[in-house]
């Protein structure tokens, strides 16, 4: 079986055929840069950063782009309430986005357009829909003429009798009740203070909706394979992206739109406007590692709510401790003696995990295959069937699996002087046979986050997760 996706534009799974044989170009929504990003918005740019890994995985060379919504009106009011520039105001909440999804491990887009610097692209891309008759002016702003879009509403299955004659929308976030033509450049308002551009459209800025237009056609082509995001962008966001770019080009936008399901709190979206929402760094200070936090989104089908707990967060950190400690058994396997059944059990796993990630991005199934081959391997290991060639093998198979799922990253390991000190103090009890000073120095030294094994070849020690 080959990559099936869930296509919102179908509302089905479809086998994926990329445009190019071999290649493929994705576009992923990126955050717009007025405060720091949430988990929730962190679903999003893991999702589309494992569905870019599992597309290498299989062959295929991926160029993707995400954008940076760095002018709209939240970036706006939010610099003119701390009376610094725009720019400088955006990029404090740049620099914090690229530090996160470092941590996230979530690896890095070909290109990150920022707004600001595609206001001509935008620019051109209103006038083509001018001279199309699918926008008109009015006020020194421009409006798309949904009306002369037929198709109006296939992404979001809306019907165009929902349309209220003569409604325009101005603002960049609205609800379906609030359907209507939507603004592709703003004209200036005193509100805006000094962000605005002359051009030829008039003075103003760029609406919301005609950045992400123009800036994926212009690094993708008109023509892609892949857009990602949230399902809050389904309306009216993508709607509208597919009414821009296909009234503009007379093409298909895109053939795939995958959306990932919200990140709930207490049964609730969570959203900034809701005030129940966690950053990044909120869940850090708490000392977890960002890689808890990847492996609880990873957890969750993409297109499953996913109720955020510090329990499951907890359990997210276990699971990956689980696998870790498989991993540092491995590397510490002597043994000759090698079991008949390895090679089929490796193959299976590794089919089984495909087959998992071939059906939607199937993740839940997928870390389940895993655990499986740790369980069958963990009792080959314990009955002494397992040779260091097996873990050899076994080793590069979790590390191929890893190249999609990312969660195996560690922290550098350094321990500071006090820790140092204390391992050092507890060896020297030990050595004396003090045996309850050595358990009291160790757990004390367990209480700083690092975990003791003593072996036959001396005390080793790793961080915990």
């Given amino acids: 079986m080959g990559l099936r996706l869930f296509n919102t534009l179908t509302r089905q799974k479809e086998d994926f055929v990329s445009i190019e044989p071999g290649?493929?170009?994705?576009?992923?929504?990126?955050?717009?840069?007025?405060?720091?990003?949430?988990?929730?918005?962190?679903?999003?740019?893991?999702?589309?950063?494992?569905?870019?890994?599992?597309?290498?995985?299989?062959g295929y060379e991926v160029k993707q782009v995400m954008n940076l919504t760095d002018i709209d009106d939240?970036?706006?009011?939010?610099?003119?309430?701390?009376?610094?520039?725009?720019?400088?105001?955006?990029?404090?909440?740049k620099d914090a986005f690229f530090q996160d999804i470092k941590a996230l491990n979530i690896e890095r887009a070909d290109v990150y357009p920022e707004a600001t610097a595609h206001i001509v692209d935008?620019?051109?891309?209103?006038?083509?829909?001018?001279e199309k008759s699918h926008a008109y002016q009015l006020g020194g702003s421009s409006y798309f003429k949904i009306s002369t879009f037929p198709s109006y509403g296939k992404l979001s299955k809306m019907k165009m009798e929902d349309l209220k004659a003569g409604a325009?929308?101005?603002?960049?976030?609205?609800?379906?009740?609030?359907?209507?033509?939507?603004?592709?450049?703003?004209?200036?308002?005193?509100?805006?203070?000094?962000?605005?551009?002359?051009?030829?459209?008039?003075?103003?800025?760029?609406?919301?909706?005609?950045?992400?237009?123009?800036?994926?056609?212009?690094?993708?082509?008109?023509?892609?394979?892949?857009?990602?995001?949230?399902?809050?962008?389904?309306?009216?966001?993508?709607?509208?992206?597919?009414?821009?770019?296909?009234?503009?080009?007379?093409?298909?936008?895109?053939?795939?739109?995958?959306?990932?399901?919200?990140?709930?709190?207490?049964?609730?979206?969570?959203?900034?406007s809701f005030?129940?929402?966690?950053?990044?760094?909120?869940?850090?200070?708490?000392?977890?590692?960002?890689?808890?936090?990847?492996?609880?989104?990873?957890?969750?089908?993409?297109?499953?709510?996913?109720?955020?707990?510090?329990?499951?967060?907890?359990?997210?950190?276990?699971?990956?401790?689980?696998?870790?400690?498989?991993?540092?058994?491995?590397?510490?396997?002597?043994?000759?003696?090698?079991?008949?059944?390895v090679a089929e059990i490796l193959k299976e796993a590794q089919s089984g995990f495909e087959e998992s990630l071939d059906d939607d991005l199937n993740t839940s199934s997928a870390l389940g295959k895993i655990f499986d081959l740790v369980k069958e391997i963990n009792r080959f290991i314990d009955e002494g069937d397992f040779s260091s060639q097996d873990a050899e093998k076994t080793l590069a198979l979790m590390q191929r699996f890893d190249s999609v799922l990312g969660i195996l990253k560690r922290e550098e390991l350094k321990l500071d002087e006090k820790i140092t000190e204390l391992i050092?103090?507890?060896?020297?009890?030990?050595?004396?046979?003090?045996?309850?000073?050595?358990?009291?120095?160790r757990k004390e030294i367990e209480s700083l986050g690092i975990i003791l094994e003593d072996t036959p070849e001396g005390t080793k020690w790793k961080k915990r997760i």
Wanted: proline share 2%; with cysteine; charged share 30%.
């Fill in 122 to 130: 935008m620019v051109n891309l209103v006038k083509k829909l001018l």
């Fill in 424 to 441: 050092q103090k507890r060896n020297q009890a030990r050595k004396e046979k003090k045996w309850e000073e050595a358990d009291k120095v």
């Fill in 168 to 272: 325009r929308i101005s603002k960049d976030e609205y609800e379906k009740e609030e359907i209507g033509d939507f603004a592709l450049w703003k004209a200036w308002d005193e509100k805006d203070g000094e962000v605005f551009w002359e051009t030829e459209v008039g003075k103003g800025r760029p609406g919301w909706h005609i950045e992400c237009s123009a800036m994926s056609m212009k690094y993708l082509g008109k023509h892609f394979d892949i857009h990602t995001g949230g399902v809050d962008l389904i309306f009216p966001h993508h709607e509208n992206e597919i009414a821009q770019s296909e009234g503009a080009t007379g093409e298909k936008f895109v053939n795939y739109w995958l959306h990932n399901e919200h990140l709930l709190v207490e049964g609730r979206k969570m959203a900034k």
């Fill in 275 to 341: 005030g129940n929402y966690f950053t990044l760094r909120d869940i850090l200070s708490k000392g977890y590692n960002p890689i808890a936090i990847r492996y609880l989104l990873l957890a969750t089908h993409y297109r499953q709510q996913l109720n955020f707990t510090f329990e499951g967060l907890d359990g997210a950190k276990n699971a990956l401790q689980r696998l870790h400690d498989f991993i540092d058994r491995l590397k510490g396997i002597r043994s000759q003696k090698s079991h008949p059944e």
């Fill in 74 to 93: 939240k970036t706006i009011r939010g610099s003119q309430q701390e009376k610094i520039s725009l720019s400088e105001y955006t990029a404090r909440y």
């Fill in 23 to 58: 290649k493929i170009r994705m576009y992923t929504c990126g955050p717009t840069v007025y405060d720091f990003a949430h988990i929730g918005n962190f679903r999003a740019y893991v999702f589309a950063d494992l569905l870019k890994r599992y597309l290498r995985y299989k």
